[in-house]
T-cell receptor, first 119, second 115 residues
Framework: SAVISQKPSRDICQRGTSLTIQCQVD?????MFWYRQQPGQSLTLIAT?????????ESGFVIDKFPISRPNLTFSTLTVSNMSPEDSSIYLC????????????????FGPGTRLTVL | AQKVTQAQTEISVVEKEDVTLDCVYE???????LFWYKQPPSGELVFLIR??????QNEISGRYSWNFQKSTSSFNFTITASQVVDSAVYFC????????????FGTGTRLQVFP
């Protein structure tokens, strides 16, 4: 499978600030996604990052709060804006549709996650 | 509507015991995919297996095995001779139709394996 990295791996932020999380893949991929995992909870899809166009957000998530960029087929960023303690979560990116190789092209592979704590 | 239920919130076993993690799903589609992922304490989500709705064959991979039964809408996961390194949260997930871009996750089962 592809190597997926996220930066930062963890951060502690103050209320009202913003944090940008990066997701880098070592192969070109068709689709990239961002998930949130609140403490002790399951994963919830935030949005699909579309290359060269606006992201597609799931119900309950808005662009002003979670702006997303995807400038090419290997990179995406998620910004968590105007943070509050309720934003403390693990944020994970995932990819779908790896170029080449023998991996399932219809299996989502996940990055290592970014553990965010908001004080 | 689609839904994935993992009724076992937490399971504790002693090393070398066998353990089965249950997953029950709901979907109206005849075409769908089921997945299992492992999330160790470090936080990353590790893909374990994918099954499509037309393939009910059980699968074994080392100490891991999966039992897919459409009649009961279940996709259970068994670890044989558990080890401490198996301690993690395990998630079952469902995607409907031919696309696997929308994953619906269960609430996860935390497995603790004690030495």
């Amino acid at each position: 499978s592809a190597v997926i990295s996220q930066k930062p791996s963890r951060d502690i932020c103050q209320r009202g600030t913003s944090l940008t999380i990066q997701c880098q893949v070592d192969s070109q991929v068709t689709m990239m996604f961002w998930y949130r995992q609140q403490p002790g909870q399951s994963l919830t899809l935030i949005a699909t990052a579309n290359q060269g166009s606006e992201a597609t957000y799931e119900s309950g998530f808005v662009i002003d709060k979670f702006p997303i960029s995807r400038p090419n087929l290997t990179f995406s960023t998620l910004t968590v804006s105007n943070m509050s303690p309720e934003d403390s979560s693990i944020y994970l990116c995932s990819v779908l549709g790896l170029a080449g190789g023998n991996d399932f092209t219809d299996t989502q592979y996940f990055g290592p996650g970014t553990r965010l704590t908001v004080l | 509507a689609q839904k994935v239920t993992q009724a076992q919130t937490e399971i504790s076993v002693v090393e070398k015991e066998d353990v089965t993690l249950d997953c029950v799903y709901e979907t109206r589609d005849t075409t769908y995919y089921l997945f299992w992922y492992k999330q160790p304490p470090s936080g990353e989500l590790v893909f374990l297996i994918r099954r499509n709705s037309f393939d009910e064959q059980n699968e074994i991979s080392g100490r891991y095995s999966w039992n897919f039964q459409k009649s009961t809408s279940s996709f259970n996961f068994t670890i044989t001779a558990s080890q401490v390194v198996d301690s993690a949260v395990y998630f079952c997930a469902l995607s409907e139709g031919h696309n696997t871009d929308k994953l619906i996750f269960g609430t996860g089962t935390r497995l603790q394996v004690f030495p």
